[in-house]
């Protein structure tokens, strides 16, 4: 090396190490900051906005310049649809023939008691795989050959979201294209409400067990009939009977029980059970204004599986769009590629998820919703006893009561509500005419 260099080096090193110790500790300070779920959930929600906002802007040009008489073209029919749908929110269901839910109809006993064990057995399976799934691949790592080894976890709950839905896609757009559906009305991007606050409900739901037991997240699900009932006097103006307020405050008591003695081994930081906490509120609040805003769009008569299809196709356009921005797509693949007992993991979860939907449609279209909730009420309370199984989650004398709490008022609002039904059908006395 000429002398001239060997003087030159040590001003080199000197002006090249701080740029390098720079970039070193902005990169961390970048993960430090991904590895908050505050800082990662406004990144998704930016990436959703670079596909809902130009969508928007172009719906409103759509309307403005009353494209309904002026357009034409190969594009009309696909602008038109997701535009503007049909003209009228009624007289859909006139293509297709749905025979109403008749128990003296229906065949014997024996084969009705044979689809309701069918359909109890199929929704356990389903959501009871899935729950169990769901907490092995949020809160352990993979690829540890010996206990003492800490492998590696897997962090993008977004990504679990896209799979669940990209698969619901696929099983809802067979269904519709194998058997004959309603003649579809409503404009295709009013399922873009739904599926936003979707997808940042299972957001939430798989992002709150890194900081909460999934014992807990199971018991504020179902205390999520309390923000049901606010977003629907909000969003739908509803009434509701006493017996729906008395049964939610049971709940809200339960859940409190619950929540103020459950052990904090798994959690001990007061922060951590805060953002748990804080995040499963929003789970209940996001999931809240889906079933109300999907109770609207049934206005437009449709089918549960059109319904299905349409919420998970722009679920699928949010969060490939998103992850792709974040360049998280194909970070989540490698993953998968490095640790296959993962990819067998996430794919059998979005085959629980999809294959559980159609279950659901299939238990209301034959027993209708009050034997279906009681199905899935057993569903948690089962679900509750596995976990705490197969994770080792302690609960306190006083958690288990406020349990069985939040159980009885479920079930006290099944029963309230079958007898509600039972008294409107009731035959009216006929009075006699002389």
């Known amino acids: 090396m000429p002398s001239f260099l060997w003087r ?34 406004f990144l998704n929600v930016l990436g959703y906005g670079t596909i809902i906002i130009p969508g928007y802007f172009l719906i409103g040009y759509f309307k403005r310049m009353n494209y309904l008489e002026t357009g034409r073209g190969i594009c009309y029919p696909v602008i038109k649809a997701c535009v503007f749908g049909s003209e009228s929110k009624t007289g859909l269901l006139d293509d297709v023939s749905i025979a109403p839910r008749n128990d003296a109809d229906s065949g014997s006993s024996a084969r009705q008691a044979f689809k309701l064990v069918f359909c109890a057995a199929g929704l356990q399976a389903s959501y009871l795989t899935w729950g169990v799934l769901q907490e092995r691949v949020m809160t352990r790592s993979y690829g540890a050959s010996t206990p003492e080894e800490e492998g590696e976890r897997f962090k993008d709950s977004q990504f679990l979201v896209f799979m669940n839905r990209i698969l619901a896609l696929t099983v809802s757009g067979l269904w519709c294209l194998l058997f004959k559906q309603p003649r579809h009305g409503a404009p295709m991007y009013k399922y873009s409400f739904a599926s936003l606050s979707n997808v940042l409900s299972s957001w939430c739901q798989y992002e709150a067990l890194k900081y909460i037991s999934f014992p807990t997240q199971v018991l504020a699900k179902a205390s999520k009939v309390i923000p049901v009932m606010l977003m629907g006097k909000i969003v739908s103006h509803k009434s509701y009977e006493y017996w729906e307020y008395l049964t939610a405050a049971l709940i809200s008591l339960g859940v409190s029980m619950f929540l103020l003695t459950s052990t904090t081994g798994k959690h001990p930081s007061t922060v951590t059970t805060f953002s748990g906490v804080v995040i499963l509120v929003g789970y209940i609040v996001f999931d809240s204004f889906t079933s109300n805003w999907q109770d609207n769009l049934f206005k437009y008569k449709m089918s549960s599986v059109q319904m299905m299809f349409g919420v998970n196709l722009f679920s699928c356009l949010f969060t490939v769009g998103s992850l792709l921005e974040q360049g998280a797509f194909f970070d989540s693949l490698a993953f998968m590629a490095r640790h296959s007992e993962f990819a067998f993991h996430a794919v059998l979860l979005s085959v629980c998820s999809a294959c559980g939907q159609l279950f659901i449609f299939y238990t209301i279209a034959q027993f209708g919703a009050a034997i279906f909730t009681i199905i899935m009420t057993l569903r948690q309370a089962i679900a509750i006893l596995l976990s705490c199984f197969l994770y080792g989650h302690a609960i306190t004398m006083v958690g288990g009561f406020g349990m069985a709490v939040v159980f009885l008022a479920l079930f006290l609002r099944v029963y309230a509500r079958i007898r509600m039904k039972a008294g409107r059908r009731a035959p009216q006395p006929q009075v ?3």
Request: no cysteine; net charge negative; proline share 5%.
């Open 8 to 41: 030159l080096w040590p001003g080199l090193v000197l002006i090249l190490l701080p740029s390098t110790l720079a970039a070193d500790k902005e990169s961390s300070l970048l993960q430090d900051w991904h590895d908050v779920w505050l800082f990662r959930f």
């Open 432 to 434: 006699q005419k002389v």
